[in-house]
């Protein structure tokens, strides 16, 4: 039985209605997949730009720590020599007014002769010397001479040998010092500095430790003591 036209016209469109359904559907799916696709980039970029900014801000605060700990390490050092600073200026200004006090010794003439007599004789006993000179301040020749009229048996009863001492008459010692001598070999290329302020130096050098511990207590990270 033939198709009329009417049937041939219901089946054409029934057929562009399928089509049309299967491309609807195409796209739909089309669509679902790339918006899921795109979802998907989208989820692993923002996942991407999230781990860059952790990683950027972890950076940063690392490097704000770092400058931190810097600083606070530069500000102790800094403290720290401050303190030093102002300790050795403490014992600087305590060495200044103990050599201002040096003059005070030689205004003693009973003192000041002992002292000389105890200054030449260990001179004699350092150099060993069978001919020795010694400088002094003008001022002091006499009682110097004296010193060294009192020593020379002390002295040659001690090492049993004789020693011959002379006084320099020419080159005196400056006047500006507080006292003392210095002591020669015969050629003067040994010198034994007896001066006042020479043996304050020693002595500041000897009990600088016991200075320190006694201005500003024991040191707690110091193991050992001189």
Not at 126 to 135: D, F
């Amino acid at each position: 039985m033939a198709l009329t036209d009417a049937d041939v016209q219901k089946q054409i469109k029934h057929m562009m209605g399928f089509i049309e359904q299967e491309a609807s559907e195409k796209v739909e799916e089309i669509d679902a997949k790339a918006e899921e696709e795109f979802n998907i980039e989208k989820g692993r970029l923002v996942q991407t730009q999230r781990v860059k900014l952790m990683q950027y801000y972890e950076k940063k605060e690392k490097q704000i720590e770092q400058h931190k700990k810097i600083q606070m390490s530069n500000l102790t050092n800094q403290a720290r020599l401050k303190v030093l600073k102002d300790r050795d200026d403490m014992i600087t200004d305590l060495l200044n007014e103990a050599r201002q006090r040096l003059g005070e010794i030689a205004k003693e003439p009973a003192s000041y002769s002992a002292l000389l007599e105890g200054l030449v004789l260990q001179g004699f006993y350092q150099l060993l010397e069978p001919k020795v000179t010694i400088r002094c301040r003008q001022k002091d020749v006499e009682m110097v001479q004296a010193a060294v009229n009192k020593n020379i048996p002390i002295y040659k009863e001690a090492v049993q040998s004789n020693i011959v001492v002379k006084i320099d008459q020419e080159r005196f010692l400056s006047s500006e010092i507080c006292g003392g001598i210095e002591v020669y070999n015969d050629n003067r290329k040994i010198k034994v500095s007896n001066t006042l302020e020479n043996r304050l130096e020693l002595m500041a050098q000897q009990m600088m430790p016991e200075i320190r511990v006694n201005l500003f207590g024991a040191n707690p990270n110091r193991r050992f003591t001189d």
